[in-house]
């Protein structure tokens, strides 16, 4: 096909890895991809214009039929096979309604399912996104669903800033499988609910009070000491009164 339109094997393996990234993201069959380059071709020179093809190819998603569904065929264990292992694990509905949906849909239509039932869209840097980290092959498409779900749930959208901090976090701690990146999902909840909880017992944790000294006259069983008078003093006090009657004629 692509012969008859002048273009050369040269031309398509000098952009072979970026064909297959297009063909892999996009679950595009051979005669579909051949049609969108040959509409994209340079005429003058007979080369393809792969931002050109990039940008025709993402605009004939948009178009394709969003209910359409494609299975994901690089999951490393059947559905039976994850569904038990979830059980094992005791997922939860949603958990577990997330290990089904991760064999039944390639990433960007699950993206696209997933934004249609909050009655929202796919934007174009998020599909971008994605298919710049699908083109990384770090995790199969199962997985790559799990993380859709994922932040498709807890955050507003896509963006490649998070879907790579993720991906990193998951990859050096070894996810393989859709269980893999579930339970990585409950450890990193456990751990968050786990530091709002210490953080809101330190914000109302009582500091200890400051002991202050009773002096002995506050305390309950005070008694004042009896007053106790020396003979010096009594003499002292017998000449004062004295020289006060002396001086009043008594």
Not at 100 to 113: C, G
Not at 117 to 125: P, R, W
């Amino acid at each position: 096909m692509l012969g008859q339109r002048q273009i050369s094997p040269d031309e398509v393996l000098r952009n072979e890895q970026r064909l297959f990234n297009l063909h892999y993201f996009y679950g595009l069959d051979e005669i579909t991809l051949a049609n969108l380059m040959g509409t994209t071709m340079d005429a003058r020179d007979n080369t393809l214009n792969m931002e050109a093809l990039e940008q025709n190819v993402l605009g004939n998603y948009t178009r394709r039929h969003a209910a359409q569904n494609k299975v994901a065929t690089d999951s490393k264990y059947t559905l039976s096979e994850l569904q038990k292992q979830g059980q094992q694990a005791k997922f939860n509905e949603q958990e577990m309604q997330w290990l089904t949906d991760s064999q039944r849909y390639l990433p960007v239509d699950y993206l696209n399912d997933l934004k249609q039932k909050k009655h929202g869209y796919v934007a174009k840097n998020e599909i971008r996104a994605l298919k710049d980290l699908q083109g990384r092959y770090i995790f199969s498409n199962d997985v790559l669903n799990i993380l859709v779900a994922y932040i498709t749930e807890r955050y507003e959208g896509l963006t490649q800033a998070l879907l790579d901090r993720i991906a990193n976090q998951w990859a050096q701690k070894g996810v393989q499988t859709p269980v893999d990146a579930i339970q990585q999902i409950r450890q990193f909840q456990t751990a968050q609910t786990d530091k709002a909880k210490t953080k809101q017992n330190n914000r109302y944790q009582t500091k200890p009070t400051k002991q202050e000294t009773v002096p002995k006259w506050a305390q309950p069983d005070y008694q004042a000491p009896k007053e106790t008078t020396t003979k010096a003093d009594q003499n002292q006090v017998d000449q004062l009164l004295k020289k006060i009657r002396e001086g009043r004629g008594e």
